[in-house]
């Protein structure tokens, strides 16, 4: 069985669970996740009885990409396909109420006629919480494009005094496409100097000088997959409060990693990590959660923090990366993107998280 076909095996236990005969799903992601299907408009109607009841839908621009990609499902090339699809569908109804509009649900009430819709959104959100190992395979490439893209950055001398902020992000990019990366998986953060401080600061025409911090942030997509991960540099020999910083960093983010197992609250990894940074004085410089789920998007669940709810579970790939920023100084964050294990953390990020000094 294909992964597709199983993830749609386990999104029917999940339909029968929740009382539906079948579910609309609209949001382009699931799509992707439960058929392959990579285009820019489709529709699938998962039926609880099985594929064979399943239809998906596309418009003509993916008539020959469909075929391909969808070869299991019967294919409808027709446009809207959420109406065309709910006009189809029979009995109880669910559809994506975390994604379908207040229009759109007028219309597909008027599609769906005698069919008796039900909100069912995040059901597809549920099961991607758990990667399985085609996913996590994506995940690593992706970790491995990014981690080979800064060694060549560096390797090439990319960091040099005179470079700025938005010639390095862009660098980086293109070396993360050398590396098997479709693209990067969000906007590269790169900051030189006072500007790490500022969490997510977007590159600019700042120039690099000897004794600055570097902090690049940074991912690449592959298979739609995006890794994320975050390294502090410094330019030249680092000064003492650098290196202090750069030291209470690592400890957290460590600290952090070893609270990753099945079972674990969230927001307790949060804690164990965020701990370190209190004790030491400098808990109000770290101002954001302590990672995120990571797979077809960015960001996703589940939150790493401290209003974060529920445990983690084996399989889940999430991130781990604490910061303490001091305005008009400089700011140090580590990041790695992992996997939780029941035998401990898989690590995909596998460059160094010694202070590397250029
Ligand atoms: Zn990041
Ligand atoms: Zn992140």
Wanted: charged share 25%.
């Amino acid at each position: 069985m294909s992964s597709y076909a199983a993830r749609r095996t386990a999104l029917r236990q999940a339909l029968q669970a929740a009382d539906l005969d079948a579910l609309l799903v609209t949001n382009l992601l699931n799509v992707r996740y439960l058929t392959g299907f990579t285009g820019s408009n489709a529709a699938v109607l998962v039926d609880a009885s099985g594929d064979d009841a399943s239809v998906f839908c596309t418009d003509g621009r993916y008539l020959t990409q469909s075929a391909k990609q969808v070869p299991d499902l019967e294919r409808l090339i027709d446009r809207p396909c959420d109406t065309a699809l709910a006009s189809r569908a029979k009995g109880r109804l669910g559809f994506e109420s975390h994604h379908v509009t207040v229009d759109g649900l007028d219309e597909l009430t008027a599609a769906a006629g005698k069919v008796e819709l039900h909100k069912a959104g995040g059901l597809i959100e549920k099961l991607r919480l758990v990667k399985d190992e085609v996913e996590i395979e994506a995940l690593r490439m992706a970790c491995a494009a990014a981690d080979r893209a800064l060694a060549a950055l560096i390797g090439h001398g990319g960091l040099r005094a005179g470079r700025t902020e938005r010639e390095v992000a862009r660098e980086l990019e293109s070396r993360m496409l050398d590396h098997g990366a479709e693209g990067p998986s969000f906007s590269s953060i790169v900051a030189f100097g006072a500007n790490s401080a500022v969490p997510h600061h977007s590159p600019t025409d700042a120039t690099l000088h000897t004794g600055d911090l570097i902090k690049l942030d940074f991912g690449a997509l592959v298979d739609g997959y995006h890794s994320d991960m975050t390294r502090t540099l410094v330019l030249g020999k680092p000064a003492d409060w650098q290196r202090d910083l750069y030291d209470l960093v690592a400890r957290s983010q460590a600290a952090g990693r070893d609270a990753l197992e099945p079972g674990v609250k969230v927001s307790d990894v949060d804690h164990a990590s965020r701990e370190v940074i209190e004790k030491a004085g400098h808990g109000g410089d770290f101002l954001h959660g302590l990672g995120h789920g990571v797979g077809l998007e960015i960001h996703e669940a589940p939150a790493l923090s401290k209003a974060g709810a529920g445990t983690l579970s084996a399989g889940m790939a999430v991130t781990v990366e604490p910061g303490v920023y001091l305005p008009g100084r400089g700011g140090v964050r580590i990041e790695d993107t992992l996997v939780v294990r029941e035998s401990g953390p898989e690590l995909l990020t596998l460059t160094t998280k010694e202070l590397v000094v250029v």
